[in-house]
């Protein structure tokens, strides 16, 4: 079973290292508003500062796109190679390792910062409130994301009561293989709600002097995200059980191998159906944004990371990537960062000594042959 665990990880890893790669260095990133998450500037187009642009976004995405082969290759050999716990491990540190396509959009993100220096650009814009949008517009109907989520947990108990005997039902799967399975669709349908219910209560954002504008804009961002939630829910919900029921009574490598497949293909289709509906969202309002924002540039560091001690929002949208981020500056901010940290910190360590000492048994991990 370990070379389904590696062919899940393979199709994880080889897809979201493309879509990074294409979010964060696109082909034409002086037609963006945000490069490398600068927000773009009029001086960027003009004389020398161009071809220093363009000299810029052309080394960073060279640099992307070496490492985005680099893990798309390395994982697709881990895939063919012996089924071992380290093969394994080297696949679950790619996760970790597509990640370095931080690296070039740091190195960007500084050198136009830089860039901005050289011509002179300073802070500048006006912070805009509209007093009749005060309030945080909601478009997420709790319940049609809770009701999924019930299904999910209701599935895992069904699973757990099958693999210790309490129905009558022999499994045709290894003994634990529907437990193991259904906790692990359990744990992503437990990620979905509080990402939803953050991305909900994001605080409105002002892009016109027009506050029907702003509230349709607004309504329209997070309907799109809710909307991309719920499907995900669901996508996760009705897959568990259909393939509860067909693992239950078949055990075929093919079907598995299948059901696999169709798991990340109908979360990666949900997920790119919603960037494309935030880019319509975006591009219907880009006509009706009539004010000069803020320059906050210095407030993300290298690009990713948000620290404003002047800004009372903890979760703000992101400037690379899909999604939103914390205020790092926000008490709650803090201590989010510092778990986050600790805990990826934790799963390195842990894959590492795996790797190394290929003794897993004293951790109580056993992949299943």
């Known amino acids: 079973m370990i070379w389904m665990v590696k062919l899940m990880l393979v199709i994880c890893i080889v897809s979201s290292a493309i879509l990074l790669f294409a979010m964060g260095f696109p082909k034409n990133p002086e037609k963006k508003k945000m490069i490398f998450g600068v927000r773009d500037n009029p001086k960027f187009h003009e004389g020398e500062a161009a071809a220093k642009l363009k000299a810029i976004a052309s080394s960073c995405r060279k640099s992307a796109l070496i490492i985005t082969v680099l893990v798309c290759v390395m994982s697709v050999i881990l895939l063919f190679l012996p089924e071992t716990d380290i093969t394994v491990h080297g696949l679950t540190m790619l996760v970790f390792g597509m990640f370095l396509i931080a690296v070039p959009l740091g190195k960007g993100n500084t050198e136009l910062k830089n860039l901005k220096k050289e011509l002179g650009i300073t802070r500048s814009g006006v912070v805009y409130s509209d007093l009749t949008n005060a309030n945080v517009i909601h478009s997420l109907k709790l319940p049609w994301i809770i009701l999924p989520n019930a299904v999910t947990l209701a599935a895992t108990v069904a699973a757990v009561l099958i693999d210790f005997g309490v129905f009558n039902i022999v499994p045709a799967v290894e003994k634990y293989a529907l437990t193991m399975m259904s906790l692990s669709f359990l744990f992503v349908a437990l990620l979905f709600l509080p990402i939803a219910v953050m991305m909900d209560n994001t605080r409105n954002m002002v892009i016109s ?48 191998v299948a059901g696999i497949i169709v798991y990340i293909v109908m979360i990666m289709t949900v997920v790119m159906i919603g960037v494309l509906n935030q880019k319509a969202v975006e591009k219907r309002y880009e006509r009706d944004t009539d004010l000069e924002l803020q320059d906050d540039d210095d407030y993300w560091i290298l690009g990713m990371f948000y620290y404003n001690p002047n800004d009372t929002r903890l979760n703000v949208e992101k400037r690379f990537g899909y999604g939103g981020t914390v205020n790092i500056a926000h008490p709650a901010g803090k201590v989010i960062m510092i778990v986050i940290a600790l805990m990826l910190i934790s799963a390195i360590i842990f894959i590492i000594w795996g790797a190394v000492t290929g003794n897993l048994d004293a951790a109580g991990v056993n992949w299943p042959s």
């Open 209 to 256: 002097k027009d506050s029907n504008i702003n509230a349709n804009y607004n309504r329209a961002k997070k309907k799109t995200w809710a909307d991309m939630m719920i499907s995900m829910s669901w996508a996760n919900a009705l897959f568990l059980v259909g393939y509860l029921i067909l693992i239950t009574f078949v055990n075929n490598d093919a079907v598995m």
